[in-house]
């Protein structure tokens, strides 16, 4: 990575032991628009705002929910650009995989090379580290799965979880609602509900998106009718 | 090989070794053939789309390698490929192709058509100058209309309302040239295509054993693995065979008696468990 000239890394350890490039990749991931996900008992939901610069912006040009293979998705808080770049290796990798192995990818093997693409960028020369935080959901035969990605390339497993500028509120209202044996559809209202608890302003079906998986392992994003629905449902 | 063999360089024809060959040729050696593909593989567009069409027989030179195998292959799910040639090379094109649109319709956000299909696979195949040996029939439908081309190993394309390709390919076209009309029935386009690749499967030695069929139309795609089966395999009779004695002629008879080699003697601890 990088020319010869930049070929030291510009990720250093300070004397406490710390990354500060790390510490304030985090902080660009925290002061992102907030985004989390619910791991269901048959299901995955990740949810997002989609809050834009200007009315004048075309909201339907932007994605921020992706899909990664047909049974992952993948939602972010922080960088836009840096998002894309990931999600660009992520595909390729999956394809890749599926080209040696002739298996579908696994969620964890997904979640695990992604990470160690971005931990690859805390340790090479010439570049930064990726200034967002990843929600990857999955659904395979290990059943539905949720994993966080940090700028650091550390990754985690949860139950529900958040990310962004109102992180520790959502979690608080994630913890306070999350049942062990809730349904996708409870989830799904319970995503709303707690993107709707920190947003400014007020929620409706073209400022938010939302990504699912049921029981058939089809990733899918939302339409804004089919958000309008659930919005519906939640008021 | 010598031990001072200098690395061969990259890219480019090699012709050292053409003054052996020609050496070898004028003493009197034959030089290899090229093995014509064992395939009958088809395909025409009809009114609402197209179908494909391939036999089952995988060959190794004169023997018949696997009775059922798959010739039309996957590349997008409105798109499928018919394979001649070598396997693995079929086999290996088709994966590669197949996996370079499924990361070009998550980069687009779109279906992918049969033109990107096919530049795919004729860049691949003219960049290697003919030596990966795979003559495919590539159909589909996309939003642009039903599509039907012909890939040859060197990388040229043909664009064209039916197609055969393979050794059994001009048992196939002639039954295409006869009996193919534009504006088909979806039952008259399948029953057409199973009457080319019968032909290829009773005229041709190389092609044989089953028909695989698939037919894609807007937005559906039906494949009809094994469609035909003109060639059952007569199993041995479940009941058994019964031969009872003095069927054969018994000739002379001959008993040798073994040698008692082991003495057996009564007693003795039993073998530990």
Redesign the interface.
Known sequence: MGDSQYSFSLTTFSPSGKLVQIEHALTAVGSGQTSLGIKAANGVVIATEKKLPSILVDETSV?KI???TPNIGVVYSGMGPDFRVLV?KS??QA?QY??LYKEHIPVTQLVRETAAVMQEFTQSGGVRPFGVSLLIAGYDDNGPQLYQVDPSGSYFSWKASAMGKNVSNAKTFLEKRYTEDMELDDAIHTAILTLKEGYEGQISSNNIEIGILRADREFKVLSPAEIKDFLEEVE | MTGSMDLPAKGGFSFDLCRRNNMLEKNGLKLPGFRKTGTTIVGLVFQDGVVLGADTRATEGPIVADKNCEKIHFMAPNIYCCGAGTAADTEAVTDMVSSQLQLHRYATGRESRVVTALTLLKSHLFRYQGHVSAALVLGGVDCTGPHLHTVYPHGSTDTLPFATMGSGSLAAMSVFESKYKEGLTREEGIQLVSDAICAGIFNDLGSGSNVDVCVITKGKTEYLRNHQLPNPRTYASSKGYSFTKGQTEVLSTKITPLKQKVEVTEGGDAMEE
Do not use: D, G, I, P
């Open positions: 994605q992706q899909a990664l660009r595909r390729k394809q599926y080209r």
